[in-house]
């Protein structure tokens, strides 16, 4: 029975063994069919058939409707809410990775400014884009734009870090790429991404400036990497804010798991 990866696999058979999982959201429900025989005083499955029932081909139980209809419309009421205006798109998805991006520069400024309000200054602040189509566009700005951005829930930390730690975390951010020839480069921005590249395990990262060459190997990317116009020390100290699942190591960004936490947002 599989999860997680939010994938609709109606049926697979791997070595012999029945493989499924049933989408993401409750869009559907795993049903699982063995045929079982009593066989030398144990039972064997002797056959085995899988299917996911999909919600969109259930009639819905109008006693149920009626029960979380209030709850529904409370909730459309709060996420329909103006929190701000945007004077401009701020784009989101594979464009906000490959370009400067006015979203995620805005999650980053966010992140700055709410470290400083609570005491913890930064030096740096990272993010990533988590998904392909959330965007703000221009007028108004309502609690359900903000988490077409940010749809997941994370508290904002501040942690202290090296410039050691920073620089394996940035070669960890480049092995989002292909290793490719500067003398036979692919024709589109995403040709370069790797075969197991993640949107959201993509950083964005303000208060630095660095470069990466992809024609180098994985590990031995980075190529510049300052701070104010100078050099990053292998072992100055810097305080970076990020959110919790990437503080915690979250997608194997095991660099950020042991280091010193120094704030941690209530919310």
């Known amino acids: 029975m599989a999860g997680h990866s939010h994938h609709d696999v109606p049926k697979a058979i791997v070595n012999n063994v029945l493989i499924a999982e049933p ?4 869009k559907a429900l795993s049903k699982y069919t063995l ?5 030398c005083k144990k ?13 969109t081909d259930i009639e819905p139980e109008q006693k149920i409707l009626q029960l979380y209809l209030p709850y529904h419309q ?37 992140q700055i400014k709410a470290a400083e309000a609570a005491g913890y200054p930064v030096n740096i602040s990272l993010t990533s884009i988590f998904n392909n189509t959330g965007k703000i566009a221009p007028g108004k700005i309502t609690r359900r734009d903000i988490y077409s951005i940010y749809n997941y829930d994370n508290y904002l930390l501040v942690i202290e870090i090296n410039g050691d730690i ?7 951010n480049a092995a989002n790429f292909k290793q490719v020839n500067i003398d036979d480069l692919p024709g589109l921005p995403e040709e370069v991404l790797a075969e197991n590249h993640l949107g ?7 208060g630095i400036d660095y470069t990466i060459d992809i024609t180098k190997p994985v590990g031995k990317r980075v190529t510049k990497l300052q701070l104010d116009g100078k050099n990053i020390d292998p072992n100055q100290v810097l305080r970076i804010a990020m ?15 042991e280091v010193k936490k120094i704030w941690r947002s209530a919310t």
């Open 243 to 257: 959110n919790s699942y990437r503080a915690n190591g979250g997608s194997e960004y095991l660099m950020f798991k």
């Open 35 to 39: 045929v079982l025989e009593h066989r």
């Open 200 to 206: 959201y395990n993509w950083d964005l990262y303000s």
């Open 23 to 26: 989408s993401f959201w409750g």
């Open 74 to 110: 409370q909730n459309l009421r709060y996420i329909n809410q103006p929190v701000g205006v945007a004077k401009t798109e701020f784009y989101g998805g594979i464009k906000a990775r490959f370009h400067q991006s006015k979203l995620s520069n805005l999650i980053n400024q966010v």
């Open 43 to 55: 039972w064997e499955v002797i056959a085995k058939n899988y299917t996911n029932l999909y919600v």
């Open 166 to 172: 920073l620089r394996c975390a940035l070669e960890k």
